[in-house]
């Protein structure tokens, strides 16, 4: 019989039985737990969306910073007024050249409007933003609804109906929340607007030496979205993907691994048209067994997939750890008998 440790007995250990009473008992006292109030709920829910405007701020401010920072000779010809006793505070050029940089992102963060901050990307530092795949009008509306809970109690007014185009159908004196639903929707736009601005400010314009690890992080990126099943996130970020022309061998290694990430994205919504456009792009004639497996079972061909399996144990080193947990095994694992076959072969 299988026993768990229990600390509070001298034979150490309590039966499965036991623990599973145990732990039913517990999850019974849990769900009497008061419920949070719908007050407290408001309060934690604002709160948190404030955070998640705050660290879309922090990460505007971060890109700026690290733009002027590489770029210092672009505030060449940018006017500073400095008093005698504050340059006296610096002990070198370099010095006051960084607090000079703090100041000036601090006064764009300040002085200028969020719409005139993204000109101030696209117009003063060549970066796209990439407007096909980012919805810049939902951030916008994101953004004002931020305001309304920061300075008008949550109350609508005309200035975030003017600058919104009010989606929503708020009248003014309304009251705006922050449910579940919206919440996830703005992290969600925050959070691709992120990355492919990170994308395009560190392997694209500014830092062209990092493609590499820029198109690797891509791909990292679009794989732990697909496991926490962010499905839209993957596709989008694959789009953005594809304008990128690979250079050498491993960013082709790592853009066919985020075409394999598309794929399975767009299979686990059932578009299966996309899939088949998707698969007809993926080459994997000298591929490994691995790109082998992942393209035979979104074409959902199964009969090579034991020998496949066998090859790739061996030449990529593909462990059933990884079989249990990556998302494009879930198609198989589905599937009592195929299943039962494939497990099979890590016993070998």
Not at 56 to 70: R, V, W
Not at 218 to 223: G, L, N, R, V, Y
Request: charged residues 35%; proline residues 2%; hydrophobic residues 35%.
């Amino acid at each position: 019989m299988e026993h768990v440790k229990n600390k509070d007995k001298d034979d150490d250990t309590i039966t499965k039985e036991e623990a599973e009473i145990f732990l039913k008992k517990f999850a019974r006292k849990f769900r009497k737990q008061p419920k949070i109030s719908p007050r407290n709920y408001e309060i934690l829910s604002r709160s948190s969306f404030l955070m998640l405007n705050n660290y879309f701020e922090y990460l505007i401010a971060d890109l700026l910073s690290y733009y002027y920072n590489k770029f210092k000779n672009s505030l060449n010809e940018k006017e500073f007024k400095f008093t005698l006793k504050e340059l006296n505070e610096y002990d070198t050029i370099e010095e006051a050249t960084k607090d000079l940089i703090i100041k000036e992102v601090e006064s764009l963060i300040i002085d200028k409007s969020f719409n005139d901050l993204l000109e101030h990307f696209e117009d003063k530092l060549s970066i796209s933003l990439e407007k096909e795949l980012i919805k810049w009008d939902e951030i916008i509306e994101i953004r004002e609804r931020r305001h309304l809970i920061v300075h008008n109690s949550s109350i609508v007014n005309k200035k975030y109906i003017s600058r919104t185009k009010n989606p929503y159908n708020y009248q003014i004196g309304d009251i705006v929340h922050i449910d579940k639903d919206y919440f996830f929707k703005s992290w969600s736009h925050f959070k691709l607007a992120g990355q492919l601005l990170i994308f395009n400010c560190w392997g694209g314009n500014w830092d062209k030496e990092n493609i590499d690890n820029a198109v690797f992080q891509i791909m990292i990126q679009t794989f732990d979205d697909l496991n926490s099943k962010n499905y839209d996130l993957v596709c989008k970020t694959c789009k953005y993907s594809e304008q990128i022309e690979p250079k050498n061998e491993d960013q082709e290694d790592y853009i066919l691994r985020i075409k394999v990430n598309n794929a399975i994205s767009l299979k686990k919504q059932k578009k299966d048209g996309e899939v088949k456009k998707v698969l007809k792009k993926i080459k994997v004639g000298t591929a490994t067994p691995l790109f082998k497996i992942a393209h035979n079972i979104l074409s959902d061909k199964h009969d090579d997939l034991e020998e496949l399996f066998t090859q790739a144990i061996v030449v990529d080193k593909l462990s059933i750890e990884s079989y249990l947990e990556w998302p494009i095994f879930d198609f198989v694992r589905e599937k009592d008998e195929i299943n039962e076959v494939l497990i099979k072969t890590f016993e070998k």
